[in-house]
């Protein structure tokens, strides 16, 4: 069951990380930017998470979401995670939504599905529809991203290129960058109702967070804006270790884990239209053989979803003794794996033939540290 894992995790990461740039010269349809208003008290909000990550799942590569917690069904009790950022009441007050959930569908108008007139806010039942007409239209710039991360000054650097295949209609456009994170633990109204895939416990995994905007409010000034220009930038940031920097009230930050980030970069036209957007990888820089059990994560499960087998991978830098266990969405424990393993890369073989398609649970403890991770079994 246990062997070292050098070629396979090497591929594994090989494929995680093939980088996005060069940008494309070719022209593409636009890609949808879906940015969803939020929060943990809101009761049907986990119903529009869902209706999010369906969007995604049925339009690979297409579709990139920003969860923006913000209004006052994000306002952080004490005891509880303040999720809201400098920059969440601007945007909400922009799309003229008038309840929650709601979301943009690339901050363009479309009066059949506006939650007031000439907003660009509209319920989750029109998500779907607005994004497949914007996936059908011609986009005349693209986007490309990639980034790496220095694990031990956490500064992280975005490289960007942007691409005009055809002109824009203003001399000036705005470029964006969005750091968001997936997995932070909370409590969410209406989880275990609507999305209960996401529950773990009682508390509810928060994806697609948005953490900052490394281009500010509403981004940067791009020019020219005419066909075959090639626009090309670099963003720093040092990642605090917690999000947010200040809080009150009694409310919490919670951590910045550097495996869960991810980016992306879009294309508007001044604060509202968005021409396309696009996601890229992120290198982490780990210093030599320290492994990430410093990020809590010293598990990677690939392929995900898979389809019958599975394979944990570790990377440990000392001896530690592991315990892995799976869980399906019942919390009935349907593997159990513990062992003691020396410092060095292994594997552990999952064998999933005999259970049934959907969500299982991974926990996987590894000296002190506890880490959960949710893999999907499709058949």
Request: charged share 15%; hydrophobic share 35%.
């Amino acid at each position: 069951m246990k062997k070292t894992l050098l070629s396979s995790f090497a591929l594994f990461a090989a494929g995680v990380l093939l980088a996005q740039l060069p940008v494309s010269t070719q022209q593409q349809k636009r890609k949808v930017l879906l940015e969803e208003f939020t929060g943990y008290t809101c009761g049907y909000c986990p119903d529009g998470h869902k209706k999010a990550d369906q969007l995604v799942a049925g339009n690979p590569g297409n579709v990139f979401v920003i969860n923006i917690h913000t209004g006052s069904y994000s306002t952080p009790a004490s005891g509880k995670i303040n999720f809201q950022t400098s920059f969440g009441t601007s945007l909400m007050n922009q799309s003229g939504l008038t309840g929650f959930p709601a979301g943009t569908i690339s901050r363009e108008v479309f009066p059949s599905y506006s939650m007031s007139s000439g907003s660009t806010a509209m319920s989750r039942g029109y998500w779907t529809s607005a994004a497949n007409t914007v996936m059908n239209e011609d986009s005349y710039v693209n986007v490309a991203l990639q980034a790496t991360i220095n694990s031990t000054t956490r500064e992280l650097v975005v490289d960007v290129e942007v691409y005009y295949t055809g002109n824009s209609p203003q001399g000036t456009n705005k470029l964006n960058v969005a750091l968001i994170q997936d997995g932070i633990m909370e409590t969410q109204s209406g989880g275990s109702t609507y999305y209960p895939e996401m529950m773990v416990g009682n508390l509810y995994t928060h994806n697609k967070v948005l953490r900052h905007l490394l281009t500010g409010q509403y981004g940067e000034a791009i020019s020219p804006t005419t066909q075959g220009t090639k626009i090309t930038k670099q963003y720093t940031y040092t990642l605090p270790a917690q999000l947010p920097l200040t809080v009150t009230g009694g409310a919490l930050k919670s951590d910045v884990i550097l495996t869960k980030l991810k980016l992306i970069a879009f294309v508007a036209e001044g604060n509202q239209y968005v021409v396309s957007a696009n996601s890229g990888p992120i290198t982490i820089n780990w210093p030599a053989g320290v492994a990430d059990l410093s990020e809590e994560h010293a598990l990677q499960v690939f392929p995900n979803p898979f389809n019958n087998n599975a394979t944990f991978g570790l990377n440990l830098s000392q001896k530690e003794n592991v315990n892995i266990k799976v869980y399906n969405i019942a919390g009935a424990e349907v593997f159990a794996y513990n062992e003691s393993l020396n410092p060095g890369l292994h594997q552990i073989d999952f064998d999933g033939s005999n259970l049934q398609e959907g969500m299982y649970i991974v926990k996987a403890v590894i000296g002190n540290k506890v880490k959960t991770e949710k893999i999907t079994l499709v058949k």
